[in-house]
């Protein structure tokens, strides 16, 4: 059974980082281009950040770029999102997201389909302080 589950979430006053963590368990995780996506109360759930299968591409959204940072780790088969600079409107569920095998789109494709993804994570709750 493949199952992705995320970790790292908290509590931070604006200004802060977190760093949140997403294992693929069951996952041919160095095929699988993976993303991060988050959904704030009676908002629609967003991409926020999303990677290729060696994490030679990504995409970030305008609202977190030159704040966060994607990475993997295959030999870990583990995904990370480094978000520094918090400010109160990333306060939000994150989830993170695997697609399983191909056909291969581009970063930005994924994050702007999020149907495109096989298998997500139960989320982790951000929430940033002013």
């Known amino acids: 059974q493949v199952k992705v589950v995320e970790s790292g979430g908290g509590l931070v006053q604006a200004g802060g980082s977190l760093r949140l963590s997403c294992t693929g368990i069951?996952?041919?995780?160095?095929?699988?281009?993976m993303g991060w996506f988050r959904q704030a109360p009676g908002k629609e759930r967003e991409g926020v950040s999303c990677?290729?299968?060696?994490?030679?591409?990504?995409y970030y959204a305008d609202s977190v770029k030159g704040r966060f940072t994607i990475s993997r780790d295959n030999a870990k088969n583990t995904l990370y999102l480094k978000m520094s600079d918090l400010k109160p409107e990333d306060t939000a569920m994150y989830y993170c997201?695997?697609?399983?095998?191909?056909?291969?789109?581009?970063?930005?494709?994924?994050?702007?389909?999020?149907?495109?993804?096989?298998?997500w994570g139960q989320g982790t709750q951000v929430t940033v302080s002013s």
């Open positions: 069951g996952l041919p995780f160095e095929d699988s281009p």
């Open positions: 997201a695997a697609r399983e095998k191909g056909p291969y789109y581009s970063t930005t494709y994924y994050c702007d389909h999020l149907t495109q993804f096989d298998h």
């Open positions: 990677i290729s299968r060696n994490g030679g591409s990504t």
